[in-house]
Each structure stands twice: as structure tokens, then as C-alpha cells.
């Protein structure tokens, strides 16, 4: 008996010691398993809208209030302080840039405990990073979803055993949006007419292109034009090749409704063609005109004789007319009598206003408010050599 006593009190101890390092394995492993911000319902997603152009609202509030208790039960932050923190904030999350802010604004009122509390919760929240996927890339806007897309929360943490954050990760599929109305972006281009104007070779293009859409596009999404890249300083010619911004317009037509969703956005080339040869446009009504009125304005320019026009390319896609006469020296008198002892044949330029191109004819351009007649330059410049020799640069008119 005496015997059985003394094995019983010998396992009771045993058990006891078992006991006591299981109960203290147990508060070990309580006391330092790492909390899953995103188990269960944390985080929430819900979505809304068309098919390509669904719109998601996350919730998380529950994922930070799990994740400020994890960390203040932690540091062994009192609710106190965490709760006057959180007045602070814009939110349950007890992030580095509030809690910053709080010691910046009431850090000469705490204790060194509790600055030491918040200073290891800064370290914890810089070892936190918060990432959201959308089909493994990074999701920095809450629009352009599709049903099917794979939206991925994870938490990462660096390698910090004390972190009482663990590593996880939560997938939610986006479904439940309508069905969008679906266009191929480059048929849509069929139902579009470009149409440019200027000077083949000869400059112009820039500021004078049309954009029409037939009554299909227009009762489909309004009267929303692509537009041609044109660049003001090249002097195109027929085949030239120019891009249409496709990107940029169906941009724009999506702004305008949710409900559409395009395919094959690509920019892509149209031919350039329907210029005009400069040996096929008509000047002579408008060099006449300069003409009459160079002899009615300055009456010793009535023995001047038209000698060629040109056309001189500014950019925006704009002309100026510039007409030339021969004069004999001898007969300038007046405002040209610092030029009247010359001897010969003096060339003489006119300065028009901006000029375009219309049905083939060279007329002014009022289009910016110019006068619908000619105005003559304020003088008359002489100069001194034949202006067509050499690279004047301006295109010469017949």
C-alpha cells in the first residue's frame, strides 16, 4: 500500500509537470500567434455597374479594428491612449502618419512608457504593406471591372517575429455586373469621315482637317470626333500617312456612359489625300484685288506691274499672300523717296492678311475675324534683289 502511495504521489508530479509545461506552451502559442486581418468577413467587396465598367466599394473596417487591437494588445498600450489616438485619426487604423502626428501634437502630455508604446507601433506599421491585385496586376482606381476578374488583399510582413500581424492573403471574383453593349472600336471608325485641306508638299494641313460622323455614331454616342495627330510644322503630301488617336476617343465615349464596353482600342492610320497641287490653284481673283487696290492706295503704283504671288506658310495652318511688282526706280516719288535716285527695276512686295484654299481658289480668310478686304502694309518695302532667284522659301503661284 505504502508502495502504491509512493507511485501515485510520483505520477501525480509527472502529470502535474506535464500539465504545467502544457499550460505553458499553450499561454506561449496564445500569446504570440499572429492575427489574420482578413479571415472571414474583414474585408468585403461589393460591386456595381456594366460589364468592363464595374465599379467595386471595399470595406475594411473590421480588418483594421482587428488589426489596431492586435498591435496595442501587442506594445501593452493602454484603451485610453488608444482610443484618444484614434480621435486623431480618420479612421481604427492606428497608422504610422497618425500616430505621428499625435505625439507631434500631444507627445509633451505622455509618459516615456507610453512614447515608447507608440514609437514600437510605428515599427510594426512600417513592417505592414497593404497591396490590392486585380488579376495579378496592381488596382489603383475602383472602375473598369469585368464579371470574372480575380481581385486579390494580401498583407505582407517583414521578417519580424515579434509582429503580431501574420501573413495572408483573400481573393474575392467579381460577378453580379449588367451586361454591357459591346462595339469593336475600329468598326466604329468605318462610320467616320476625315477630310483634310491645305497645299500638297506645301504645308497647310495643320488646322484644317474634318471630322464627320454619319447619323449611326451620332444617335449612338453623340457628336464625340476622333481626332487626326497632326503635326503644324510638316508639309504633307497625298499618301502620307497620319494616325487617328483611337485611345483618346474611346476614352471619351466611355466617360459619357457606363453602359458601352469597346474591344480592339488601338490608334491606328488613315492615308492623307485630297490635297491641292499648287499648280492647280486659281490666285488670280485675289492677286487682282491686291493689285486694283495697290493702285487706288498708292497712286505713283499705277505703273507697277505684277511680277509673281507667293504663298508663305505660317503654322496653325495658315497663308499669307505676298505679291510682287516690278517698278522702274525713276517713277517712285512720295512715301519711296529714299529709294528715288535708284537706277533699274525695283521688286516690290505686298503683305496680305492670312489667305486659304476654298474650291480651289486662293481668298481670304476671315475665319479669325480678318477683313474681308485686302490691307495693305503700313510701307511698301523695296528689295534689293529678284525675289525669284534663290531659296526664298515660299511657294510660287502661276
Known sequence: MEKYKKYLTKNNIIIGVVVLVVIIGGWYFISNRKTDVLKG???????????????????????????????????????????????????????????????????????????????????????????????????????????????????????????????????????????????????????????????????GVYGNVSVKLDSYLKNKFGNVKPELKINSSTKYKNGDQVTVNVKNWINRLEDKSDKNKFTNVKNTKVKIDGLTDVSNVDSSDLVKQVTDLVATKEGNLTKATFYHAYLSYVSGGKYYLEVYYTIDASDLTGIFAAINNAKGTQYLSVFNKSVKIADGKLVLDTSNGAADTVELSNNLSAVAEDPSKGDNGLVVLK
Do not use: W
Not at 497591396?131 to 494580401?154: A, P
Not at 515579434?162 to 468605318?190: F, H, M, R
Open 41 to 203: 468577413d474583414a474585408v468585403t467587396a461589393t460591386f456595381k455597374g456594366y460589364d468592363g465598367n464595374g465599379t467595386m466599394t471595399v470595406s475594411s473596417t473590421k480588418s483594421d479594428k482587428l488589426m489596431t487591437d492586435a498591435l496595442v494588445k501587442k506594445v501593452g498600450m493602454s484603451d485610453s491612449l488608444k482610443n484618444r489616438i484614434i480621435l486623431y485619426s480618420s479612421g481604427n487604423l492606428l497608422s504610422e502618419e497618425n500616430l505621428s502626428y499625435y505625439v507631434e501634437q500631444r507627445g509633451t502630455s505622455m509618459t516615456d512608457k507610453e512614447k515608447q508604446q507608440v514609437a514600437q507601433l510605428e515599427t510594426f506599421d512600417r513592417e505592414i504593406t497593404l497591396t490590392k491585385l486585380v488579376n495579378g496586376k496592381e488596382y489603383s482606381s475602383v472602375s473598369g471591372l469585368s464579371n470574372g476578374d480575380k481581385v486579390e488583399f494580401s498583407v505582407n510582413v517583414t521578417d519580424d517575429k515579434d509582429n503580431p500581424i501574420k501573413n495572408s492573403t483573400k481573393t474575392i471574383k467579381v460577378k453580379g455586373l449588367k451586361k454591357a453593349t459591346e462595339y469593336d472600336a475600329q468598326k466604329l471608325l468605318k462610320h467616320v469621315t476625315f477630310k483634310v485641306s491645305g497645299l500638297n508638299g506645301a504645308g
